[in-house]
């Protein structure tokens, strides 16, 4: 197969770090007030438990590592191989990263994309309404998680933008999609 590089792309790059941090920032608050306004006025009637700060910082904490587990899914279930680095981020903070050994078709990518919405995010919008005095928690980790995703929506963006028959590599810096050079 001989492959020919159709497009390169890394978010950060293209975006800068700032504009993507401040535009997540805001898909977070909104969705968390278009969410949390209609289900307040359907739970009206029940009251919110509080458990404290401590609980809810725990866990918020924990959510992007959640949320970057969830990426790993469909690769899991699929039988790719996935390489995991873990580091701390300034000493304290402990993140990780992923990168697949192999490249992926273009539904394989859009699918480890949009893993973590569909995987936190739907079930916590069904949660919010089966648990409602717990509502709000729910709601409010379901915008943060949704607030995540929106690197998730433009790496989709652009693999949507991809050729039909393209193959999407997971490189160091981006992604790279490619196309085979004698494929009409």
Not at 19 to 27: A, H
Request: proline share 5%; charged share 15%.
């Amino acid at each position: 197969m001989n492959l020919n590089c159709w497009k390169s792309f890394n978010i950060t790059k293209e975006f800068g770090s700032n504009r993507i941090y401040l535009l997540s920032l805001i898909l977070g608050v909104i969705s968390f007030i278009l969410l949390y306004v209609p289900l307040a006025m359907v739970h009206q009637s029940h009251q919110v438990h509080d458990y404290g700060l401590l609980p809810l910082a725990a866990s918020l904490f924990l959510l992007p590592a959640i949320h970057k587990l969830m990426h790993m899914i469909p690769l899991v279930l699929l039988n790719k191989r996935v390489r995991v680095r873990w580091k701390l981020k300034k000493g304290v903070i402990p993140t990780f990263s992923y990168r697949t050994c192999s490249t992926l078709s273009k539904t394989t990518s859009i699918m480890v994309a949009l893993a973590p919405t569909v995987l936190l995010s739907v079930p916590g919008l069904i949660t919010s309404f089966v648990f409602p005095n717990y509502f709000a928690y729910i709601i409010l980790f379901t915008a943060v998680n949704i607030g995540l995703s929106f690197t998730d929506f433009l790496c989709v963006n652009q693999f949507m933008r991809a050729p039909k028959q393209c193959i999407i590599e997971n490189v160091r810096d981006g992604y790279d999609i490619l196309i085979d050079k004698y494929k009409k």
